[in-house]
């Protein structure tokens, strides 16, 4: 009897290694995705910027204008995202609480 329930608490522990296993390599290998899709869209997102800058510069006759339009556009959405953090750390936090009680 006591070895039966040593057999079953060892095979136990090796389920919960096994689970936990997974879940750690499913949650490297998303990470890894997420990683490169920033990256790419952060390369995306620079060089964008950049073209709607030099853009707007080319219509004002000034490149130097369009890019601090640009760049004054993104000072806007900084103060407008401190000005809405708490609300943002909350939902952020929820929704990481959840994804990780999942």
């Known amino acids: 009897m006591i070895n ?3 057999d079953y608490a060892s095979k ?5 290694k ?6 750690t390599s499913i949650g490297a290998g998303t990470l890894v995705l ?3 899709a ?5 390369f995306f997102l620079i060089l964008f910027n950049i073209g709607v800058g030099l853009y707007i ?3 004002l006759g000034n490149y130097a204008y369009g890019l601090l339009i640009v760049s004054a556009f993104y000072l806007l959405a900084l103060f407008v995202l401190l000005l809405l953090r708490k609300s943002i750390t909350s939902k952020v936090a929820g929704s990481l609480i959840k994804f990780l009680n999942d």
Do not use: P, W, Y
């Open 4 to 6: 039966l329930v040593k």
């Open 12 to 16: 136990r522990l090796e389920l919960l």
């Open 18 to 23: 096994l689970e936990a296993t997974e879940k």
């Open 34 to 36: 997420v990683c490169a």
């Open 38 to 42: 920033v990256i790419f869209a952060l």
């Open 57 to 59: 510069g080319s219509l």
